[in-house]
């Protein structure tokens, strides 16, 4: 009875041991993790279950959450990044996002921009998520500012659309290659109603364009830059 009293006492340390051996190692790897993702720089600006630090004025139901995405069909909405990183206003940066679409799809990636209650965002440049709809535009241009007629990636299938903004150049990037780079002209004059349509500082937004559209985006990240 001795020698297994002993036993059993001996086993308890030995488990109590390993826990806080674990316990230790999974604080570390935290650690290690934190630090890895500070010095990477990048910051998730959708938690991928909600529609929390983003905000949507008319034809709210355009936008929804599920299953790790951001899901716009409806009617014309966008939806702006209200959070807490940078206080939404951004100048310098590199943005990504993976993103599907479907036949048909029309949406865009606003840069520069602010909230607005509804229809077009007047400030900033729309970088255009489209390969199938009817208009001509193609994913990765700078809307009305450098348009794009080549299809770079496919309906129905993830991929990842870069930004960087640095100074006065815009550089797109879809899948790892570059298929716009553009540096915007000292005192850029822009016809009337698209004044703002210029760099200069503010957040992110969705396009919904119209109720035949069906686009999806995840993994939505920055990297302030200086």
Same mark, same amino acid.
């Given at each position: 009875? $001795?020698?297994? @009293?002993?036993?059993? &006492?001996?086993?308890? *340390? ?10 230790? &190692?999974?604080?570390?790897? =935290?650690? =290690? ?23 949507? /004025?008319?034809?709210? !139901? ?12 409806? *009617? ?6 209200? /959070? ?9 940066? !590199? ?8 036949? /048909? ?21 729309? @970088?255009? @998520?489209?390969? +199938?709809? +009817?208009?001509?535009?193609? +994913? ?16 129905? !299938? ?13 550089? %797109?990037?879809?899948?790892?290659? @570059?298929?716009?780079?553009? +540096?915007? $002209?000292e005192n ?11 760099? =200069? =500082?503010? &957040? ?10 069906? &686009? ?5 990240? %920055?990297?302030?830059?200086p």
């Open positions: 009875m $001795p020698f297994g @009293v002993i036993q059993k &006492t001996d086993l308890m *340390k030995i488990t109590k041991n390993l826990i806080c051996c674990c316990f230790i &190692t999974c604080c570390l790897l =935290s650690c =290690s993790v934190s630090k890895h993702h500070a010095a990477d720089g990048w910051v998730a600006l959708f938690d991928g279950h909600s529609l929390n630090n983003w905000k949507v /004025g008319d034809n709210a !139901e355009t936008f929804s959450a599920d299953s790790g995405m951001i899901i716009v069909h409806g *009617k014309t909405a966008h939806l702006f990044y209200v /959070g807490p990183v940078m206080d939404h206003n951004f100048k310098n940066f !590199e943005f990504k996002a993976d993103v599907m679409t479907h036949k /048909g799809t029309n949406s865009g990636i606003y840069i520069h921009t602010g909230y607005q209650q509804g229809g077009w965002p007047a400030k900033g440049y729309e @970088v255009q @998520v489209n390969n +199938t709809h +009817t208009d001509w535009i193609r +994913t990765g241009s700078l809307y009305g500012i450098v348009n794009i007629k080549e299809v770079y990636v496919k309906d129905n !299938e993830w991929f990842t659309m870069h930004i960087t903004v640095q100074g006065k150049r815009v550089i %797109v990037k879809l899948n790892d290659r @570059v298929v716009l780079d553009y +540096t915007e $002209p850029v004059q822009r016809d009337k109603g698209d004044e703002q349509r210029v760099l =200069s =500082s503010g &957040t992110f937004a969705l396009q919904g364009h119209d109720p035949n559209s069906l &686009t999806f985006f995840k993994n939505i990240m %920055v990297k302030p830059l």
